[in-house]
């Protein structure tokens, strides 16, 4: 059999497979990625769209591997003679496949690039932001725009642009929404940023994704997507319930350095 009817051959078998391959991904293989905002919806895309785009490349690697082992093993028990000539190039054969590799590499980084910008920058002009604070061994969260009142409870209004302000009290923790596509680090003595743009009304869970000390895994709090009236109705209800404390509370600020009670000051001459 000649090299053409080979290739010819292999071509048909992947096609037919990378058919069947991209039927399944369609129709039984769920997409990883979150879905509920509009950086996740992006995300959920680039990912659709790696594994539509991986699935072909994947399965002409096994058919080819395949093929090869069926049509070109030696069925004989003789042993092979030494090879007297070197083996032969097929020149088209790579400079097409080098060709089809790059193209594809050189688009998914354009898109991924394209997407990140996408996904990362600020929802709109005027969003509502949220301080979130976290400490061992849970957040809490002040509404700057509302008077500044503190929660455990994370309530947002949907179709809304939503700036996170994140910062830690003690060690370094992870704010994390994974339906939202919302995570970034909680450190000590600065403010890091995230955005969210939630579109579907509803509840998720906020949890920490830092190892943070031995409850680490119990710091976990519900998240409420509700909409305008029902955020506003919302906000008069902590208003009132914080309203006692409210002037006990310390000022708005990036970050914050808890008094450590209890503690000795450390020494103020350097160690000999």
């Known amino acids: 059999m000649s090299n053409t009817a080979h290739a010819v051959r292999i071509f048909i078998y992947w096609l037919i497979a990378s058919v069947i391959a991209e039927i399944l991904l369609i129709a039984a293989i769920p997409t990883p990625g979150p879905t509920l905002s509009e950086a996740g919806g992006g995300e959920h895309t680039t990912m659709r769209l790696f594994f539509f785009t991986g699935a072909p490349i994947f399965v002409f690697i096994c058919v080819y591997m395949v093929y090869a082992v069926i049509m070109f093993r030696d069925t004989t028990e003789a042993e092979l003679a030494p090879?007297?000539?070197?083996?032969k190039t097929n020149v088209p054969a790579l400079l097409i496949w080098c060709?089809?590799?790059?193209?594809?590499?050189v688009f998914l980084a354009?898109?991924?690039?394209?997407?990140?910008?996408?996904v990362t920058e600020a929802a709109g002009p005027h969003p509502l932001v949220v301080q979130v604070i976290a400490q061992q061994w849970h957040f809490t969260y002040r509404y700057p725009s509302?008077?500044?009142?503190e929660t455990y409870d994370l309530a947002v209004p949907v179709n809304t642009p939503v700036t996170f302000s994140i910062t830690s009290l003690d060690v370094v923790h992870d704010f994390w929404i994974y339906n939202?596509?919302?995570?970034?680090?909680a450190v000590p003595g600065t403010t890091t940023t995230?955005?969210?743009d939630a579109k579907?009304?509803?509840?998720e869970w906020v949890v920490c994704d830092e190892l943070c000390g031995i409850w680490h895994g119990h710091?976990?709090?519900p998240m409420f997507v509700l909409s305008a009236k029902d955020f506003q109705t919302w906000v008069k209800q902590q208003q009132a319930s914080h309203a006692a404390v409210q002037k006990y509370m310390p000022p708005q600020s990036d970050t914050y350095f808890p008094d450590p009670q209890g503690y000795p000051s450390p020494p103020q001459n350097s160690p000999q």
């Open 219 to 221: 710091m976990r709090g």
């Open 200 to 203: 579907t009304v509803g509840s």
């Open 180 to 185: 939202e596509d919302v995570k970034q680090d």
């Open 110 to 118: 354009a898109w991924g690039t394209f997407t990140l910008n996408e």
């Open 146 to 149: 509302y008077g500044g009142f």
């Open 83 to 87: 090879r007297t000539e070197p083996a």
């Open 194 to 196: 995230v955005f969210m």
């Open 99 to 105: 060709a089809i590799t790059f193209s594809t590499v």
